[in-house]
């Protein structure tokens, strides 16, 4: 077997997912870093006694890891946990609480005295959510498309039935199927958090209620998400990966075809027979390869996920108020959407979700504390540049949930720590601190999306959020699949 020298720019999930296919398919893989923790967005905050995940903290398609392990021949090494309830909901002005299960007749019990004959209308949208789920999965999202037209054909065998959902939105799609608001905006809900409203994203991502509803839910992991990267890093090692932290990519040396090495912020050349780039796909191709397409003033006119505001608090006390998942939204969800993309002020009465894994996972807080992460999706740096008024919206968040859940979180407050966009594009070049990368409008996928493979370089390679397929936990796990196909094919090891 021969020994080709892969090298991953990033250690976020989709290189480490990558780096695991690569090297137990025999490649020498090494790692460059340039924070001093592997992860990505998946990371750890150790502050104060109290553990916090950084960013996500549930996914959907679990089997996307499953199939992970499964494909290098090694038990999952962190466990599943299923959420049940999913998660809850309280709209600003009402005490209700709409927990949010599976189980539809228990979902069905939620919206009593809301939506009549709730359990046959939700049976028939999510028929037909799974229908487009299956029938795309992979046409569009499993498969690598070298020409626009070769996705356009795949598009095409898509069936037929599906078409007039790509002329409508998201919550129209909704408004066929059901009368209540507060049905509308909870099934929303999966677009907003993932970082677009309901009134500009495509009818199909319908199909995400059905794989958290119905197909696969969502989970978490035991002892918190990042877990997920302590169960990879010793595999990592066993197959002799290296990581090298504190080691970012400022420049990069190519010829016509190739790339030839790495630079790092000591001078250091970094060179191998191929590169995998984990940081922001399009960013990368305007920073370091100066390609037309992606200038800045490109970039910025494409369509960005929002900006995460994320608050990090270890509170004395344990609030009763309050469940594992929670989303505390206002009560002027159309107004809000429509003007929280193309805001240059912090969001007022703003709209976040809380996770409090002390819930569930004792050992992340100190006796009788709780952990909570708060996670308010605001405009990117594009629109709202200026943070000053971090301490401010910070404030406000903490006093509405004090209301909301009856607890004076503010005076029990024993560990305190805000990310603005700032903070978030700081840390892991995330271009002007968009959270989930480009959004996947239709002009933004499959062929549509920056290639995971270079156009011009021909062992220059790309995973994570902003390449094909797209963002989040087990759709960059997907991508890792990808390229390690277009790898095998393109440069086998032999
Ligand atoms: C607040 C928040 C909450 C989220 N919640 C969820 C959720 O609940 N569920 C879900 O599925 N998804 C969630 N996501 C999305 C998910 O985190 C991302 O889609 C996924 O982690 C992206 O992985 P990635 O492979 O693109 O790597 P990234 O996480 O982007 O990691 C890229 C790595 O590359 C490094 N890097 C960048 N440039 C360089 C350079 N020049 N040199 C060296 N290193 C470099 C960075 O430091 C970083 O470590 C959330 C995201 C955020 C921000």
Redesign the pocket.
Known sequence: MGNKKVIL???????LASALRLSYAGYQVEI????TT??????ILQKDGFTFD???????MSYEFVELFESIGEPIPFELNELNPLYTVNIAGSDRVFQIYKDLDKLANEFKGLENDFETKVRAYLKGAKEIFHDTEYKVVKKNFDSIVGFIASMATVPMKHLPKLFRTFWQELERHFDSEEVKIIFSLVAFFLGATPFNTPSVYNLLNYTELEHDGYWNVKGGMYKIVEGILPLLEKKGVKIHYN????SVNYNKTKMESVV?QNGKSWTADLFII???AAWFRGHFLNRKKFTEEKLDALEWTLA?F?IYLGVKGTIPGIHHHNYFLGDNFRDYADTIFRSSVAPKKPYYYVNVASKSNPNCAPENCENLFI?CPVPDMRVKPNWDDAEELANEIIDDLSKRVGFDIQNNILTKTVYTPIE?KN????YKGS???LAHGLNQIGAFRPSNKDEELSNLYY????TTPG??????VI?SKLIQERILKDHPNT
């Open positions: 720019v990033g250690a976020g999930l989709g290189s460059l870093e340039k924070q592997a992860g990505g967005r998946l990371n950084v960013g996500p903290s549930f996914f959907s080691t970012e990519v400022k790092d984990n940081a922001d995460p994320t996670l978030w840390m892991f070049n995330l959270g989930l990368g995973v994570g959020a902003s963002t989040g936990l087990p759709i960059v991508g």
